[in-house]
T-cell receptor, first 112, second 115 residues
Framework: QKEVEQNSGPLSVPEGAIASLNCTYSDRGSQSFFWYRQYSGKSPELIMSIYSNGDKEDGRFTAQLNKASQYVSLLIRDSQPSDSATYLCAVNGEDSSYKLIFGSGTRLLVRP | DTGVSQNPRHKITKRGQNVTFRCDPISEHNRLYWYRQTLGQGPEFLTYFQNEAQLEKSRLLSDRFSAERPKGSFSTLEIQRTEQGDSAMYLC?????????????FGSGTRLTVV
């Protein structure tokens, strides 16, 4: 069974701090990696994608990928209370061009 | 284009009743996906359509579940003889290419409560 693992949290950080969210995956053949943000009662919203090892930055968000360690992370700089949400890591495997496997999500709480 | 549209937003039904949900994908997208999400879990894949062809059904989809996408446009997901364990958020997504290229965008979901 291909798995995506995340710490459920909650991860609590003060406003303005860097929030670091982590994800590991079991399918070594995985090619594409995504972070979704989900507010309570809402559907997931795609915020970052990453396909190659290293860092990818978009505004206050940085995604990091290490395929050798099967590890993906999301850094949120200058965290704001509006960033408080559940962050879902999703992976699509080498053998599936259409299916995303999601982790259970990490709940982030940014304290004012 | 307003994105992926799902109806209804909420559905409360009695155990044993049948329910049907509708998903209207982004118009130029030929791929459509259904996922289910329960509280505290990530979305779980249910089924996938490319145009009108249903190419995969998860083992999560029991015989009580059926999905269609006539003419490769909107899709419906029907649950027959609902059970309390069917209570969940049902999410639809669409894409033009596979999600490996750009991920995909979810609709707002249909929250089903079986009482």
């Amino acid at each position: 069974q291909k798995e995506v693992e995340q710490n459920s949290g909650p991860l609590s950080v003060p406003e303005g701090a860097i929030a670091s969210l982590n994800c590991t995956y079991s399918d070594r053949g995985s090619q594409s990696f995504f972070w979704y943000r989900q507010y309570s009662g809402k559907s997931p919203e795609l915020i970052m994608s990453i396909y190659s090892n290293g860092d990818k930055e978009d505004g206050r968000f940085t995604a990091q990928l290490n395929k050798a360690s099967q590890y993906v992370s999301l850094l949120i700089r200058d965290s704001q209370p509006s960033d408080s949400a559940t962050y879902l890591c999703a992976v699509n495997g080498e053998d599936s061009s259409y299916k995303l496997i999601f982790g259970s999500g990490t709940r982030l709480l940014v304290r004012p | 284009d307003t994105g992926v549209s799902q109806n209804p937003r909420h559905k409360i039904t009695k155990r044993g009743q049948n329910v049907t949900f509708r998903c209207d994908p982004i118009s130029e997208h030929n791929r459509l996906y259904w996922y289910r999400q329960t509280l505290g879990q990530g979305p779980e894949f249910l089924t996938y359509f490319q145009n009108e062809a249903q190419l995969e059904k998860s083992r999560l989809l029991s015989d009580r579940f059926s999905a269609e996408r006539p003419k490769g446009s909107f899709s419906t997901l029907e649950i027959q003889r609902t059970e309390q364990g069917d209570s969940a958020m049902y999410l639809c997504a669409s894409s033009f290419l596979g999600p490996g290229n750009y991920g995909y965008t979810f609709g707002s979901g249909t929250r089903l409560t079986v009482v």
